[in-house]
């Protein structure tokens, strides 16, 4: 594969990424992510010279870096480091290209993540049928998604489903929203072709997005398109090295494909938090975008799924409420939560209010992570307006919080955990 003069070779099927070399891993052999920029690929530095003072050797120049310029004559760290008061500012400025608003930014990647058939590549399908629309931008679940940009494309490596049925699935979804069935000419779908991260067919993947062609990619799932040990963090790395080296490769200047990945929950001791997600540590922290999908059973069966935004890259002033949906015939229903445009603290006191809850449970419930709910948690404790508490759950102790002054007698909270 080739690209601005740069020419990768593609390894064979266990390698995990466009370009790398293995190592011996414990669940088989693990492949290192090559340079994540093509134009890392130039010809190797001559050697040092160890004669040299040392802030020339690690230059590579007599120009060295100093106090006031730290970053001159760094030929590898120079070119990308983000310096300077005035360069930041600008940087911090510049609008948030939001694919999704309020939820998935462009080059970035999203885990849509939930128990199996519970509507997880319902919500994928969804997401990818507002991309295609090739009229006005459409809202999916009370957010706008923009359309793919012309002359671009999505990649659907489907590993769940045949051709046959991600067809009629993805045909469904255009109709759920009333999108044209034109759209179809902007979708590259691999179906149950046994396509892997690494294999040749992801080299061309790579190949399409080094030359600006990708929008998207969408993988479902995981575990199927890249087979590895969801509890070792190095095989892990190794996986969703490969999707953001196949997002860097794309021009400069031109916006980076997003990637959407589906992966399944664990089976048992789930908790409603990203901590569920298999290959938790190393999936959900290199996601930009974790949704969690949580469906509600009658006589065995989905009757509707809860989806949850677990985790944003941006925090919008917006923050998107968890919304339940359910497919009913050839017509999709949502039932999005009433917006609440007060505080956070005031809404976390008001919960607490009817009963003590855990700090899942309260995410669960808000629809934030807990990284945005500790700053609401310490306030509500310096004004001692709320307190914790050890409760049962389930046989085990835990940790909860409850409003100060709140009794058992008073009105019961409908959900602990």
Not at 198 to 223: E, M, N, R
Not at 265 to 270: A, F, L, P
Request: one cysteine or more.
């Amino acid at each position: 594969m080739e690209s601005g003069g740069c020419s990768v070779s593609v390894p064979d099927l266990n390698d995990l990424h466009c370009a790398g070399k293995p190592l011996n891993g414990a669940g088989g052999e693990v492949w290192q992510p090559s340079s994540p920029r093509m134009d890392d690929c130039d010809e190797a530095p001559p050697p040092a010279d160890h004669d040299a003072p040392p802030d020339v050797q690690a230059a590579g120049t007599s120009a060295g870096p100093t106090a006031d310029e730290p970053l001159r004559g760094l030929k590898h760290l120079g070119p990308i480091a983000l310096f300077g008061r005035q360069r930041i500012h600008e940087i911090a400025q510049q609008p948030i290209s939001y694919i999704w608003q309020d939820v998935a930014v462009a080059g970035t990647i999203v885990v849509i993540a939930g128990p199996v058939g519970h509507g997880k590549t319902t919500v994928l399908f969804l997401i990818l049928a507002a991309r295609l629309n090739t009229g006005e931008a459409i809202e999916l679940f009370g957010r706008r998604v923009e359309p793919v940009p012309v002359g671009k494309y999505v990649v659907l490596i489907e590993g769940e489903h045949s051709e046959a049925s991600t067809a009629r699935k993805l045909l469904k979804s255009l109709r759920l929203l009333g999108v044209a069935d034109d759209a179809l000419n902007r979708i590259i779908i691999v179906a149950r072709k046994a396509v892997r991260l690494g294999s040749p067919q992801w080299g061309d993947v790579c190949a399409l997005s080094a030359k600006g062609l990708v929008s998207d990619i969408a993988i479902d799932t995981v575990a199927r398109v890249a087979p590895a040990d969801a509890n070792d963090e190095r095989e892990q790395v190794a996986v969703f090295g490969a999707i953001a080296e196949a997002i860097e490769l794309a021009p400069d200047g031109e916006p980076k494909p997003t990637a959407w990945t589906v992966a399944h929950t664990r089976k048992n001791d789930t908790t409603g938090d990203l901590s569920d997600v298999g290959g938790s540590v190393q999936r959900t922290g290199q996601a930009d975008t974790v949704l969690m999908i949580k469906g509600t059973k009658a006589d065995g069966k989905v009757t509707s799924s809860k989806v949850t935004f677990a985790k944003l890259r941006e925090d919008p002033d917006d923050y998107p409420m968890p919304v339940s949906f359910a497919v009913e015939g050839d017509a999709l229903r949502v039932d999005g939560a009433v917006r609440d445009d007060r505080p956070l603290p005031d809404r976390v006191l008001d919960m607490l209010q009817h009963g003590p809850l855990t700090k899942s449970a309260l995410c669960t419930k808000l629809g934030r992570n807990a990284v945005d709910l500790e700053p609401a948690l310490s306030s509500l404790f310096a004004e001692r307006a709320i307190e914790t508490r050890q409760t049962k759950i389930a046989g085990r102790d835990r940790k909860v919080f409850a409003a100060v002054g709140f009794r058992a007698s008073d009105e019961a909270s409908d959900v602990l955990d």
